[in-house]
């Protein structure tokens, strides 16, 4: 009778043993991986299409796409996106900045995740998608009202080392590489204005 009892019990152990270890390798599963490729099993409970990048903090160690073209400036060539033609993305607080380089006046701006505001002007940003060559986020426009008055998604994804940019409002560029250089003593213009979150290098 006790041989069957410690028998008993032991298969009752190793039964909610195992069903721990299942269960921690279905957590760790779902917890997130960074861009370098280290899994954080302390944080489950996550679904595999969940998005952690935010590289306005410490989450920027999951971004993919910006860990991947930290630093890079992209170039419309053919000058289609008339309005800034240039871009930079950067794995930092304002993590895409425009510009407008022209010889009158030269602009710069920036934008980070979550709210913006700029001159009364609100807007949000929130990440859709993160791997390493595609990147989207939606630009959620509120104006100088409290309530969304638009929503456009913006989509860039890398192809063949071309930037394929799209939007969910019919606006469709691709930018370049750029070799050009972004200091202030190089620009020839005759102005430079810059904005939050942007600035052209050098004094």
Same mark, same amino acid.
């Given at each position: 009778m006790k041989k069957i009892f410690v028998t008993a019990s032991c298969f009752i152990i190793f039964s909610c043993f195992k069903t721990d270890i299942v269960q921690f390798e279905k957590k760790n599963k779902l917890a997130p991986i960074d861009a370098s490729g280290l899994q954080y099993g302390g944080i489950g409970g996550m679904t595999?299409?969940? @998005? @952690?990048? /935010?590289?306005?903090g410490l989450g920027r160690k999951f971004c993919r796409f910006l860990r991947k073209y930290d630093n890079t400036f992209w170039t419309d060539t053919e000058n289609y996106y008339s309005d800034f033609s240039d871009i930079q993305f950067l794995n930092s607080e304002h993590f895409i900045s425009f510009f407008d380089i022209s010889n009158d006046v030269s602009y710069c701006k920036g934008w980070r995740p979550g709210e913006n505001t700029y001159d009364g002007i609100k807007w949000n940003i929130e990440i859709k998608r993160d791997e390493e060559d595609i990147f989207w986020f939606d630009y959620e426009y509120y104006g100088t009202s409290q309530e969304i008055e638009y929503t456009i998604l913006y989509k860039y994804e890398v192809i063949d080392s071309l930037l394929h940019f799209s939007s969910s409002?019919?606006? /469709?560029? @691709?930018? *370049?590489? *750029?070799?050009k250089n972004y200091s202030k003593d190089s620009i020839d213009t005759s102005e430079i204005i810059e904005m939050e979150g942007c600035t052209f290098y050098g004094a």
């Open positions: 595999d299409t969940a @998005i @952690i990048c /935010n590289p306005a409002d019919d606006e /469709n560029f @691709i930018f *370049s590489p *750029s070799e």
